[in-house]
């Protein structure tokens, strides 16, 4: 974990208390920047210099108050003093060299977990809220599967496909591929929304990996908050990849910032009349590209490292060792096995392998098992698929649900 910024140096007292004053608005941060050139000379001008460069009034009467900003400032290296979250500034050698170049760059991020993680080669997934019990399973094994291959797995920590995404980067064994994922936030660093999601923040520090918000500490969710993460989560990644969204979906945001941005949106099909899926339709017919394994993302992303290997650092950052050597990890839709993954000083290897999954299954209940699939089947589909007779179907399936490989929803049978 980089060390915490505890001492601030004057200019940073003044990057925070711009920040501050101008309520994390980008546009007014950026014309006293331009306008000043110096933080500090920012700061100190008169409110009608301020006034003047058509600041919005409300900062122009925080501006007013120095010192209840210098407080600010004062609890906020109160909180970087007890570890409670870091802080990176702009300048710093540890900001992610990636954002600064998007266009509206923030001027500081507060962090919780390993910042690492910010340096790494970073690959996107969003969706809907509310995804189907078969995209929840596509997300989680996909992000599984980007994980295991060397990418850190980015989203915003919102409920259904953003969760399934973080969970699947954590869900590996061999604590080399643990933590790879970044969550950005569009609150405070230190607001917990909403409440349950407290349990996946802390999985996600503790197994390593990073939180982020370029907000103020103590910021609450606003309407607006959320396309302001949605810029960070395309900004620090590589590409985008949308699993399930709504034609309405705040994924689409992400999806668009991503092209503007001149990096690749990938989006996966669905039935036609799967609604749940009209945005992931909709992205296709604009123009991303179509996909139906990660593998698929990895060949295109791969190469984008090949042409500009400079926007990352060390792909490894917090991993000592550069080989792992046949490291395989189960999943379920996505078959891998990590086969002699070097990684470069600059990117995530490509010679990932697909290979046989690690699932163990009984051999007399393999056939069954092999039948499903993650829509679900009903019993006579089931029946009429293997051959056996119903009490002994209906046995094999109780087996394979008492080991926790399968379930049963509403009268069909699916992998879980």
Known sequence: MTAVTSSLSDDQRAILALWYEVNASLSAYHKLITSFSYPQLAWQAKVEA??????????????????????????????????????????????????????DPPPLLFYRGNSARLHQAQIAIVGSRKPTAHAQKITFDMAQYLAQAGYIVTSGLAMGVDKRAHLGALAQADSDYQGRTVGVMGTGIDV????????????????????????????????????RRNRLVAGLSLATIVTEATIKSGSLITARLTSEQGKQVFAIPSHIDNSNAE???????????????????????????????????????TNSNSNHSNVTQTSDTFEIEKNSIKSTSRQPSSEIKPARSTVVVPEHLTAIYEQLDWHGQDLDALISATKLAPPQLIGQLMELELMGLISEQGGRYLRV
């Open 279 to 317: 945005g992931c339709h909709h992205l296709i017919r604009e123009g991303a590209t179509l996909i139906y394994h990660p593998q698929q993302v990895l060949e295109d992303v791969n190469g984008q490292l090949d042409y500009d290997k400079g926007a990352y650092r060390t792909a490894n950052a």
């Open 192 to 227: 917990n929304y909403p409440n349950h999601r407290d349990q996946l923040f802390t999985q996600i520090i503790e197994q390593g990996g990073c939180i982020i918000s370029e907000l103020l500490p103590h910021t609450q969710p606003h309407k607006h908050t959320f396309p």
């Open 50 to 103: 301020w006034k003047q460069l058509g600041i919005h009034h409300t900062h122009l009467k925080r501006h007013e108050q120095p010192e209840q900003t210098l407080a600010n400032i004062d609890k906020i290296q109160q909180a970087l003093i007890d570890g409670r979250y870091g802080l990176l500034f702009a300048d710093d050698a540890d900001y992610p060299a990636q954002l600064s170049q998007i266009y």
